[in-house]
């Protein structure tokens, strides 16, 4: 049994993110890159500066070529299986920060088609899923004059004949090598990924020119790129689409990412107050067993979740977090301090989240890309 596994449809174990580098074949993101980038900002957003988006392909590139005054666009995307939680919000807000640093144009997939072929669900289920979903996706606050969303199953007409152009230069034994395929997979999801790779040249069909593309996501959605949209690119005359890729927010239990079927280690866009002081109360720490041992020997941040959760996502302040670690390591602080401090960090956001959400359900038409009126 492999120690851990990344695919896009699993998730599991301990990742060791050094080794995704080398069998994936992408690159760190290295200090040159990050001071390109801050060149162009001012400021690095936290997820760079915390080192959660780590690695990428052609990102350096894309950079070179804006410089020269070629364009890019931002593609992203969203598989409709369940509510929406904090892990799926990494990627998408680093994509709004990327869309007003560079005032670029953004494509957002929703694979609803996917989700059904590979979940037990239903489709009503499925398209409940997508209408809560896109309401996260609108909070976040991309800029509705430059965000084109496809709903697969609504506007395929903008993906089908880049899909099938795609679909006909991959081979089932390629698709088996990638993807793990097997007799057994059902024929819709053997298709599938030439539709998740189709929005990588949306762009240069409908505009007539060639764009490069820059793709934020966490890297279980590397296989797509690597074994089809950057290998087709080169066959169909079009750029290599680029990758931005971020490690995974892990759920608050002991291991793993953060996953809708672990409710209870998992926060959701949509959680209350009492569910988010409930489901870090029992969140998984580096702390001793009594706070005599604690006071004593200290505790271990480095394997603690509700320091990555403070780490990664929910204390800006670089001084801060530093102490937070030298404290706890010294036996200074306990963790039920430290639980109550992101609880209410959590919170203040979520709130803030669920107003934008609500705002949201008036403007869902603003961002659908059949704002864009040829369809291929
Ligand atoms: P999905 O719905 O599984 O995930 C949506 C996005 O969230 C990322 N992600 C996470 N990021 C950080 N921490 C986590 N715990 C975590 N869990 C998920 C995923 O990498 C993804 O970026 N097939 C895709 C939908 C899609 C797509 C795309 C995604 C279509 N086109 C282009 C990215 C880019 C899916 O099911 O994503």
Redesign the pocket.
């Known amino acids: 049994m492999p120690e851990f596994i990344v695919t896009?449809w699993e998730?599991r174990g301990k990742i060791d993110y050094d080794k995704l580098i080398r069998d994936f074949g992408v690159k760190q993101i290295n200090r040159e890159l990050l001071e390109k980038l801050r060149e162009f900002s001012g400021d690095l957003h936290l997820f760079l500066r915390r080192n959660l988006f780590f690695a990428h392909r052609d990102l350096d590139k894309i950079l070179n070529d804006y410089e020269n005054g070629k364009e890019f666009f931002l593609?992203?995307?969203?598989?409709?299986?369940g509510h929406t939680?904090i892990?799926?919000l990494?990627?998408w807000i680093f994509t709004k920060w990327l869309q007003d640093v560079f005032n670029v144009d953004l494509y957002f997939?929703i694979?609803d088609d996917?989700?059904y072929l590979v979940k037990r669900k239903n489709f009503d289920e499925i398209q409940g899923y997508v209408k809560d979903n896109l309401l996260d996706i609108i909070a976040v606050g991309f800029d509705p004059d430059k965000t084109y969303i496809i709903i697969n199953t609504r506007h395929i007409s903008y993906l089908y004949k880049i899909a099938v152009e795609i679909a006909k230069r991959i081979t089932f034994s390629t698709a088996k090598a990638v993807f793990g395929f097997e007799d057994s997979s059902n024929i819709g999801i053997i298709f599938f990924p030439a539709l998740?790779a189709a929005?990588c040249f949306l762009p240069c069909y409908l505009k007539g020119k060639k764009i490069n593309c820059l793709?934020p996501?966490?890297?279980?959605?590397d296989p797509y790129w690597r074994g089809v949209a950057r290998e087709i690119a080169i066959k169909l005359g079009m750029p290599k689409p680029a990758q931005i890729h971020?490690?995974?927010?892990?759920g608050l239990g002991k291991h793993g990412?953060?996953?809708s079927s672990e409710p209870e280690t998992c926060i959701f866009t949509t959680d209350g107050e009492e569910d988010v002081k409930r489901k870090i109360w029992n969140a998984f720490t580096g702390g001793a067993s009594t706070v005599k041992e604690q006071r004593e020997k200290g505790g271990r941040p480095e394997i603690c979740m509700v320091y990555q959760y403070l780490f990664y996502l929910f204390e800006e302040d670089d001084r801060k977090i530093e102490e937070i670690k030298q404290k706890c390591k010294n036996g200074e602080i306990l963790c039920g301090e430290c639980k109550e401090y992101l609880a209410k960090k959590v919170v203040r956001f979520l709130k803030e989240h669920q107003k934008r959400r609500e705002k949201a359900k008036d403007k869902i038409e603003d961002y659908m890309i059949d704002k864009i009126k040829t369809a291929l």
């Open positions: 896009p998730v593609y992203t995307g969203r598989g409709p299986s939680h892990g799926h990494v990627p997939q694979t996917e989700k998740q929005p793709i996501a966490a890297i279980d959605q971020s490690k995974f927010i892990p990412k953060m996953s």
